[in-house]
């Protein structure tokens, strides 16, 4: 297929850049003992603030700021500062610790990348066994292939039988993390029950549950307060990075050897759906080493560690983007609405036109984004690495994105922060563009992003528009207008970058890389610009955000 020879002929004229560029002459050093201090002391200030202490979970007033973006429990966090790596200001673990059950256990490291530090937790205490055995009964179908409880449209009486569980005294942050997965599908499998059934009948949604009882809504606020999440199902604390379990312990987290711990429907096709983000995911380490290598070497002005570094980052892009090419055998398009209903979320959602009132928690109805790959933070790291985001048109649509950004583990949306600040500071785009040769490797780049952006709108044509009219994706964007926001920037971007680059000063390889690269995005953006008009004619609403 084209793309792929111009992925591999892209990645294979970055690496003749770097074979003709001389020697390397620094390395990156990975620790050293004057910046782990700091380390301690920025750890201890990301993780320790406290918390107000909890009272019992019955007491309206204990969770009543549940639906703003909680305080953060009090972390241990020596074990942080003396295994993090030498980075210019943010604290990246080298070693996810997956002994420690007292830091989050989403916390960026160069071997987890984005995933957890430890498996996620997969059966719950026998304490919680009630618990426990209504989520397995929950799917439409279920292991043995019979009806499960949503199917039945028997689920939200069943939940009648859940005690109201008192989480105040929980502190094991991989249990945390089990119990805000779990409470976030009970919720969402609750509140979008009725749509589910009504979808199956009609294609209709219809209208949501809009009230969450208490002893689900109560122990969701609780938790949720003490990881520093909303309490609603979001997309790495739970249905996808926190959602997966080892076949074999001693084997990596690949295609095979990964199965599902909580599905919504049981269906083959969204097992397929989630392992296929955690498989890319599980490419982030990487992603992050080279991400903060780049930094650096642009910070010290080197320009053969920038190139290096930058490649790197242009190869692991490549292998997400191939991984994500399986989604198509892996999850089928004409399957993908059979589960989504309940992913979708409560804000921006026709079905949720009051938001939803959390029973025992607050008398203010609460609106959430749904779960959506948008909370990822592969993709926004490269934004943010390459300067995109700020290149992003200032609207309502970009608005969505930067909301998006607060869906995420807190240390994840920090440390998105810093690589904005950072390449901002360093100015990686103006110092790519200095250099010719650098400047390819930036286009190819941005390239990657283009890739994963333009697959992924394909998608949504094919998993989606082609089945549905609803107006918007389940993270609350209007479906037709919002991926093609941020997809436009990037053809804009390379078209701009390729034209400025002096031809004359390129490798002969990088002069056909930097001409198909550039007049492929030419070509993508009058394609997208016709697709895009095209749509907005057949689904409403695509100018509310
Ligand atoms: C069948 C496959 C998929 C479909 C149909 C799909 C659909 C969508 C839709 C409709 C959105 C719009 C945001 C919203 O939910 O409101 C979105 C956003 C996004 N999804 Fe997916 N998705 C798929 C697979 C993936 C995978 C495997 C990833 C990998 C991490 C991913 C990452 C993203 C990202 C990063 C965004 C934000 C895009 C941007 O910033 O332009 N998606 N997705």
Redesign the pocket.
């Known amino acids: 297929m084209l793309h792929q020879i111009l992925q591999r002929q892209a990645a294979a004229s970055v690496k003749n850049v770097l074979q003709h560029a001389p020697a390397r002459t620094s390395t990156f050093a990975l620790a050293a003992v004057s910046r782990s201090l700091q380390l301690q002391a920025q750890a201890i200030r990301n993780y320790s603030t406290p918390s107000p202490p909890s009272s019992s979970p019955t007491s309206a007033s204990s969770t009543s700021n549940a639906g703003q973006q909680p305080k953060y429990r009090q972390f241990h966090s020596s074990d942080i500062a003396n295994r993090a790596s030498e980075v210019p200001g943010f604290p990246i673990l080298e070693d996810p610790l997956i002994h420690n059950h007292s830091i989050p256990s989403f916390m960026v490291g160069t071997q987890n990348g984005f995933l957890p530090r430890q498996d996620p937790l997969d059966v719950l205490p026998k304490e919680y066994e009630v618990l426990e055995n209504l989520l397995q009964q929950m799917p439409l179908t279920l292991k043995d292939g019979s009806k499960g409880l949503l199917a039945l449209g028997l689920f939200g009486e069943a939940c009648k039988s859940l005690p109201l569980y008192d989480l105040s005294n929980v502190e094991d942050s991989e249990l945390l993390s089990a119990l805000y997965r779990d409470y976030t599908f009970m919720a969402s499998a609750y509140l979008l029950e009725p749509c589910d059934i009504l979808y199956r009948k009609s294609g209709d949604y219809g209208l949501g549950r809009s009230v969450l009882p208490k002893n689900i809504a109560v122990p969701l606020a609780q938790v949720a307060e003490k990881i520093g999440a909303k309490p609603f199902m979001e997309y790495a604390l739970s249905y996808a990075l926190y959602n997966y379990r080892r076949i074999d312990k001693s084997k990596g987290l690949v295609w095979g050897n990964l199965e599902l711990i909580r599905p919504f429907s049981g269906h083959k096709s969204e097992v397929g759906?989630i392992i296929?983000?955690v498989t890319?995911?599980a490419h982030s380490g990487d992603l992050v080493k080279n991400t903060m290598q780049t930094l650096d070497a642009a910070d010290k002005r080197n320009r053969n560690l920038f190139n290096e570094s930058l490649a790197s980052v242009v190869s692991t892009y490549e292998k997400i983007n191939m991984e994500?090419d399986t989604?198509w055998e892996r999850?089928l398009?004409a399957d993908?609405l059979k589960f989504r209903t309940f992913i979708m979320g409560t804000k921006n959602q026709p079905m949720f036109p009051n938001g939803v009132i959390y029973e025992g928690v607050s008398d203010i109805p609460m609106f959430h984004?749904?779960e959506?790959?948008?909370n990822?933070s592969?993709?926004?790291m490269g934004?943010n690495l390459l300067q995109l985001t700020e290149s992003m048109p200032s609207n309502p649509l970009t608005a969505?994105?930067k909301d998006?950004r607060t869906y995420r583990p807190h240390n994840h949306a920090e440390f998105l922060e810093f690589v904005e600040e950072k390449a901002r500071q360093t100015q990686v785009r103006h110092f790519a563009e200095q250099d010719p040769n650098s400047a390819a490797i930036y286009l190819a780049a941005v390239d990657q992003i283009r890739n994963?952006?333009n697959r992924?709108w394909n998608?949504?044509k094919e998993?989606?528009i082609k089945y549905s009219k609803h107006p918007?994706?389940?993270?609350?964007?209007p479906?037709v207008t919002?991926?093609p926001?941020?997809?436009a920037t990037v053809l804009k971007t390379m078209q701009e970058v390729g034209s400025k680059i002096d031809a004359s000063q390129l490798l002969p390889e990088n002069k056909s890389l930097v001409d198909t690269l550039t007049r492929r995005a030419d070509a993508q953006a009058r394609i997208l610009d016709r697709e895009v008009a095209t749509l907005r004619t057949e689904i409403k609403d695509q100018d509310r955000v």
Not at 472 to 477: D, E, I, L, N, R
């Open positions: 759906f296929s983000h890319m995911v994500m989604m999850s398009p993908y984004r749904g959506s790959g948008a990822d592969m993709v926004p934004d969505v994105l998006f994963f952006r992924h998608f949504t998993y989606i918007v994706a389940t993270g609350g964007s479906i919002w991926l926001n941020q997809l």
